[in-house]
């Protein structure tokens, strides 16, 4: 079975652009999950969606924003990049149904704001 | 809101057993996670509590109780391979059943030393 693909890999972006990442989960699971990882603050929950619909989010601007199409396929859109949203963002997938608790992270994007 | 502390950084020699410490305040509380972080890799699922008690899978444990807020992964037999970041991370009840919005402690960075 395929794993969880996020493209691009590595991003280079300059402040004030926007930038869209993509995330396609594994076969199967309906749910994604988007999180920030930084040195300073961790893995930081941004947003789930599951069957197209944003189920829960965390505490980011409303600059950060997601979508998930029927195919379960994710993707997020940061605004106006800032230098502190510099950052790997990491996306995770998993079943999304009560009692269903293993959670599959892809590879990450690097994302560097200049 | 949920807070989430471990310890920064630990040390170990091969083949020794290690014991890492997770504590955790919440107001409320639905399953507490442990996720394994190579460097300049993704997070990979190790083990999930939601009940108090012991959980062995392999040479790796987790133990928790919901009473203290406390939770400890167990790693025996040490290799050097296990030289990661081990990520603790809760599920609050309000997220909803399958729901992953977790909240990640900063994780402690494990060096296994020959």
């Known amino acids: 079975k395929a794993g969880v693909t996020q493209t691009p890999r590595y991003l280079i972006k300059t402040r004030g652009q926007q930038v869209t990442l993509s995330c396609s989960p594994i076969s199967g699971h309906r749910s994604v999950s988007w999180y920030q990882q930084t040195p300073g603050q961790g893995l930081q929950f941004l947003f789930e969606?599951?069957?197209?619909?944003?189920?829960n989010k965390g505490n980011f601007p409303g600059r950060f924003s997601g979508r998930q199409f029927s195919n379960s396929r994710s993707e997020m859109n940061v605004s106006t990049l800032e230098l502190g949203d510099s950052a790997l963002y990491l996306c995770a997938s998993s079943r999304g149904e009560p009692g269903s608790y293993e959670q599959y992270f892809g590879p990450g994007t690097r994302l560097t704001v200049t | 809101g949920q807070n989430i502390d471990q310890p920064t950084e630990m040390t170990a020699t091969e083949g020794a057993i290690v014991q890492i410490n997770c504590t955790y305040q919440?107001?409320?509380?639905?399953?507490l996670f442990w996720y394994q972080q190579h460097a300049g890799e993704a997070p990979t699922f190790l083990s999930y509590?939601?009940?108090?008690g012991l959980e062995e899978k392999g040479r790796f444990s987790s133990f928790l109780s919901r009473s203290k807020g406390y939770s400890y992964l167990l790693l025996k037999e040490l290799q050097m391979k296990d030289s990661a970041s081990y990520l603790c991370a809760v599920r609050p009840p309000y997220s909803g059943a399958g729901s992953y919005q977790l909240t990640f402690g900063k994780g402690t960075k494990l060096s296994v030393i020959p």
């Open positions: 919440t107001s409320g509380f639905n399953g």
């Open positions: 509590n939601v009940l108090d």
């Open positions: 969606y599951f069957s197209e619909t944003q189920r």
